[in-house]
């Protein structure tokens, strides 16, 4: 069964980073994209990030663009999101997702439960 | 960027009703659409992929069609595990984006 299982969220001031991981479980890491999708509570879906099998083709949306940085290790079967100059609009429930392709195909057949950012004074 | 809008935003239908729900995209996405249901306090699930090719374990009651700019997902027979809400998602381009939802609530 995949399991995927996000950490690292937490209450943090506009201005600083936060780094967000993603342990992965049940299916072979190494052949498949990973994204990172975030959704305000109550609200629509964003994808934010995402990652070929390789690190050969990295993509961010526009809104975090230079800010974020995503990244994987095979080793830890880990998927990491490293945020950089957090924003108020950056608050919102952080989910990792599988995709159903080795590339970045963009289509998430198991998600995690999300880790929630906040990024408030 | 690609917008996706979805209709009606919320739906009131009862157990065994036909329910139709329309995405909208604006620009030609040929058939890089799917749609997912998304329960209170859960993650999203994906139900369907390539505008109509149903996700393994998905109940056959779910049928997505459309190409191009137009998409509809229907649920056939609505049972009382379907309400919830759902998203389409575009991925014609390395921007993929989302629908805002509908709501399917019991009536």
């Known amino acids: 069964e995949v399991q995927l299982v996000e950490s690292g969220g937490a209450l943090v001031q506009p201005g600083r980073s936060l780094r967000l991981s993603c342990a992965a479980s049940?299916?072979?890491?190494?052949?498949?994209?990973m994204h990172w999708v975030r959704q305000v509570p109550g609200k629509g879906l964003e994808w934010v990030s995402g990652i070929s099998w390789n690190s050969g083709d990295i993509t961010y949306a526009d809104s975090v663009k230079g800010r974020f940085t995503i990244s994987r290790d095979s080793a830890k079967n880990s998927l990491y999101l490293e945020m950089n100059s957090l924003r108020a609009e950056d608050t919102a429930l952080y989910y990792c997702?599988?995709?159903?392709?080795?590339?970045?195909?963009?289509?998430?057949?198991?998600w995690g439960q999300g880790t929630l950012v906040t990024v408030s004074s | 960027d690609i917008q996706m809008t979805q209709s009606p935003s919320t739906l009131s239908a009862s157990v065994g009703d036909r329910v139709t729900i329309t995405c909208r995209a604006s620009?030609?996405?040929?058939?890089?659409l799917a749609w997912y249901q998304q329960k209170p306090g859960k993650a999203p699930n994906l139900l369907i992929f390539?505008?109509?090719r149903l996700e393994i374990g998905v109940p056959s009651r779910f049928s997505g069609s459309g190409s191009g700019t137009e998409f509809t997902l229907t649920i056939s027979s609505l049972q009382p595990d379907d309400f919830a809400t759902y998203f389409c998602?575009?991925?014609?381009?390395?921007?993929?984006?989302f629908g805002g939802g509908t709501k399917v609530e019991i009536k």
């Open positions: 390539k505008a109509s």
């Open positions: 049940g299916f072979s890491f190494d052949d498949y994209a």
């Open positions: 997702a599988k995709d159903i392709k080795g590339f970045n195909g963009y289509v998430f057949n198991s």
């Open positions: 998602q575009q991925y014609n381009t390395h921007s993929p984006s």
């Open positions: 620009h030609s996405i040929s058939s890089l």
